[in-house]
T-cell receptor, first 112, second 112 residues
Framework: GENVGLHLPTLSVQEGDNSIINCAYS??????FIWYKQESGKGPQFIID?????DKRQGQRVTVLLNKTVKHLSLQIAATQPGDSAVYFC???????????FGQGTRLTINP | NAGVTQTPKFQVLKTGQSMTLQCAQD?????MYWYRQDPGMGLRLIYY???????DKGEVPNGYNVSRLNKREFSLRLESAAPSQTSVYFC???????????FGSGTQLSVL
């Protein structure tokens, strides 16, 4: 099957810096993408999503960028805070597929 | 608003024992899902139910059965547990026409 993968399994940043988490996908039919945050001992929590007719979407301190040409998705977190420490997953689906396919996750750690 | 509720939170089984994981959602969602999460493997879909009365296999259905008891409840049953089923299990739900999943807090299952 086709996978959604991540470039880096771990990312360590200084508090206050911006974080960029990357995700590569291989299913060219995918048209909807989501980023989830998972804190230790909890279920994944929705952060932001984007459809394939867009290349950028902004939320509160987070921005998702989609590059369909190279099948690449990124999550940018501005002014990273200790509470941002978690594992971040990208997920994809195609219209009518009824199910999300998740990447392996990137662990984000914040240095004081 | 409780969202998605899973029980139990922790369970230890011996090989060959059976058990049922319970999931309920109070968001009036049509679709419900069971995922398992293993280290380094991300979230993999076991079974899903697109609507009340229907169930379908996901990526890793072997060794599991499901029941969509009503619109609110979706249970996952292990008939004869194996050590390979040691994992964290997440239930999720989504509304009609919405690919975004809402997750429960998970069940940590160990099979000895």
């Amino acid at each position: 099957g086709e996978n959604v993968g991540l470039h880096l399994p771990t990312l360590s940043v200084q508090e206050g810096d911006n974080s960029i988490i990357n995700c590569a996908y291989s299913n060219s039919a995918s048209d909807y993408f989501i980023w989830y945050k998972q804190e230790s001992g909890k279920g994944p929590q929705f952060i932001i999503d984007i459809r394939s007719n867009m290349d950028k979407r902004q939320g509160q301190r987070v921005t998702v960028l989609l590059n369909k040409t190279v099948k690449h998705l990124s999550l940018q977190i501005a002014a990273t805070q200790p509470g941002d420490s978690a594992v971040y997953f990208c997920a994809e689906t195609a219209q009518g597929a009824q199910k999300l396919v998740f990447g392996q996750g990137t662990r984000l750690t914040i240095n004081p | 608003n409780a969202g998605v509720t899973q029980t139990p939170k922790f369970q230890v089984l011996k090989t060959g024992q059976s058990m049922t994981l319970q999931c309920a959602q109070d968001m009036n969602h049509n679709s419900m899902y069971w995922y398992r999460q293993d280290p380094g493997m991300g979230l993999r879909l076991i079974y899903y139910s697109a609507s009340e009365g229907t169930t379908d296999k996901g990526e890793v259905p072997n060794g599991y059965n499901v029941s969509r008891l009503n619109k609110r409840e979706f249970s996952l049953r292990l008939e004869s547990a194996a050590p390979s089923q040691t994992s964290v299990y997440f239930c999720a739900s989504s509304g009609r026409g919405d690919e975004k999943l809402f997750f429960g807090s998970g069940t940590q299952l160990s099979v000895l």
